[in-house]
């Protein structure tokens, strides 16, 4: 899949608009000021860096994060329906949480994380467009993103923290602590992690099905090639080797039936 120029453009605007519309005081100057020092690699990012996964195109990364943040926002308004508290958070916090929950894969200040694949062979037998720079120490994408955040001055609250977190469920073990607990008192005291995960998931899964469902429909699958068969007339060279030292007589008839 890809955007073209007007669609990264546009899905720019909306990203930086939804900062305007949703963020209050001096955070949301500091937070357009922030993405605008980091515009011409953000705009231009990936969501991902292989095929199989999501968004993994220029611009995938914008356009997810815009998903996530609408997505959020309506779901958020389901949990109230069904009779969650959903005064346990702001409109502010559950924003700020979808627009910021992936920040840590723009990389650090002076690298991005996702760089052009320079193996072919990964390129066209894996579906790796890109590839993770190694010029960056490791740390995982929320931990990441929470620095980068605190590191320009951009304070978040404990409920944006714990959602950026744990965006990633029970799919990150390290929210186990968080999410997998049986004591009442060790639960998250408001949903919106749960609201941000659910959003993050659903926009995931719109862009896999938006990219694969139409090359796996039935007129689109490639059929098997025909490769390496056991099932051959004559005895082959391979054949004969494997069967030489097996000594059972029963097992010996069996493989020479299978091949």
């Known amino acids: 899949m890809k955007l073209t120029a007007e669609q990264i453009q546009t899905n720019w ?10 963020i209050k005081g001096d955070r949301k100057d500091l ?9 011409e690699r953000i705009i ?18 914008v356009e997810h994060v815009n998903r996530v943040v609408q997505a959020a926002l309506a ?12 005064q346990t958070y702001t409109k502010e916090e559950l924003v700020f949480s979808a627009i910021n929950h992936d920040l840590g894969k723009m990389g650090d200040e002076e690298n991005e994380s996702y760089i052009p694949q320079t193996d072919q062979w990964r390129k066209d037998k894996l579906g790796e467009d890109y ?3 190694k010029a960056i120490p ?6 990441r993103g929470l620095y980068l955040l605190q590191s320009h001055g951009i304070k978040y609250t404990f409920n944006e923290m714990l959602a950026i977190q ?20 060790t639960k998250p005291r408001t949903c919106l992690p749960y609201v941000l995960h659910q959003a993050d998931m659903m926009a995931a899964r ?45 097992l010996k008839n069996m493989l020479d039936n299978l091949w």
């Open 13 to 22: 605007k909306v990203f930086l608009q939804n900062i305007e519309t949703h």
């Open 31 to 39: 937070l357009l000021d922030f993405y605008k020092k980091y515009e």
């Open 44 to 61: 231009l990012m990936p969501a991902s860096h292989k095929k199989e996964y999501h968004n993994a195109f220029p611009g995938g990364y």
């Open 75 to 86: 779901i958020s308004e389901l949990w109230d329906t069904f009779g969650a508290d959903t």
């Open 131 to 133: 590839m993770h720079n």
């Open 138 to 143: 490791f740390a995982s994408v929320p931990d």
């Open 166 to 185: 744990t965006h990633d469920g029970l799919y990150d073990d390290a929210n186990t602590k968080y999410l997998k607990t049986f004591m009442p008192e």
């Open 206 to 250: 719109i862009e896999f099905e938006k990219e694969w469902l139409p090359k796996l429909s039935k007129n689109n699958v490639e059929k098997p090639k025909s490769q390496f068969t056991l099932s051959s007339g004559k005895k082959s060279p391979t054949k004969n080797k494997a069967l030489t030292n097996i000594k059972s007589e029963g």
